[in-house]
């Protein structure tokens, strides 16, 4: 099919873009990588009829580090963090999900952004952004606000975001030495949407937990914090007793759904696997 009838422009400057949004209101989407946005054009589910293509915007073409934290621009394709965008740890742990994100081609033009404005459920960038307590920085036309990963996903491709703001950067802390991350995920065949995913991050000390965050992918309308299982692991030492654990409160404390590619009962037996897996690269990092 093909999509239906729609007005482009493509700014150069954020404040361009801002003011088209301002001018077309509801009727505009944003176009960054669009390997989300153009297919349900093209099957009309989606119907916008104006396009704003930030892709000329140079500015919002970055990765970088700055006062302990990575900052992630709009354009920062998925491909980029194939290679550790930081010599901290979290870059590693950014290199290992993005081989895990669908295919070669998608992961050149699709963003880290995008991936959070579209809040795919089965998105690693927002399982992992949930887990590192990342932070989501809005532009509208009268300055920027801020919003926490964890006041971000409202439910199935619905977010926080506000009519008329861009989704301009968002921010991963790099905590000091002696944090360790983890993450695994199941799918059917390589590039498939996961069924289930777990992000781990946790810091040890003399070989005991002391802080944690575990994010859970893949399985309901949003990726979910596992509050209890992290909180579980804390004050036990890293290992493989500790790990199994944990992770089988996860799966007692998700709700996994039904649809066609598996039951819910499947669902949470992957999450108990995964979160284990996710632990035990943790530990062993």
């Not at 991050?201 to 309308?221: C, N, P």
């Not at 009962?265 to 530990?283: C, G, N, P």
Request: glycine share 8%; aromatic share 6%; net charge negative.
């Amino acid at each position: 099919m093909k999509p239906a009838a729609f007005d482009y422009h493509a700014p150069e400057t954020l404040d361009q873009a801002l003011a088209l949004l301002r001018d077309h209101g509801e009727e505009a989407r944003i176009l960054a990588g669009g390997q989300s946005l153009v297919p349900t054009m093209a099957f009309r589910m989606a119907r916008p009829s104006v396009l704003v293509d930030i892709n000329r915007i140079a500015a919002l073409a970055y990765t970088n580090v700055e006062e302990g934290e990575l900052r992630i621009g709009a354009l920062a394709r998925h491909a980029w963090f194939e290679t550790p965008v930081t010599p901290h740890p979290v870059g590693q742990l950014l290199a290992t999900i993005a081989h895990s994100i669908a295919h070669a081609p998608i992961r050149q033009r699709g963003t880290f952004c995008g991936s959070l404005a579209h809040a795919d459920p089965a998105s690693e960038w927002c399982a992992a952004t949930l887990a590192l307590g990342g932070t989501l920085l809005l532009a509208r036309p009268d300055g920027r606000r801020e919003v926490a990963a964890e006041d971000w996903f409202h439910g199935v491709f619905t977010t926080a975001i506000a009519a008329g703001e861009i989704l301009a950067e968002v921010r991963l802390n790099l905590p000091r030495p002696g944090w360790r991350y983890g993450f695994a995920e199941f799918s059917r065949r390589a590039g498939d949407f996961a069924l289930a995913m777990a992000v781990v991050a946790m810091r040890v000390e003399d070989g005991m937990v002391r802080e944690a965050r575990i994010a859970l992918g893949g399985i309901g309308g949003r990726p979910i914090l596992a509050r209890d299982a992290a909180a579980s692991l804390v004050g036990r030492p890293a290992g493989a007793d500790t790990a199994r654990d944990a992770a089988g409160r996860a799966a007692e404390a998700c709700e996994p759904q039904d649809d066609i590619h598996a039951p819910a009962e499947y669902r949470r037996d992957l999450v108990r696997t995964m979160t284990r897996h996710a632990l035990e690269r943790a530990f062993a990092a």
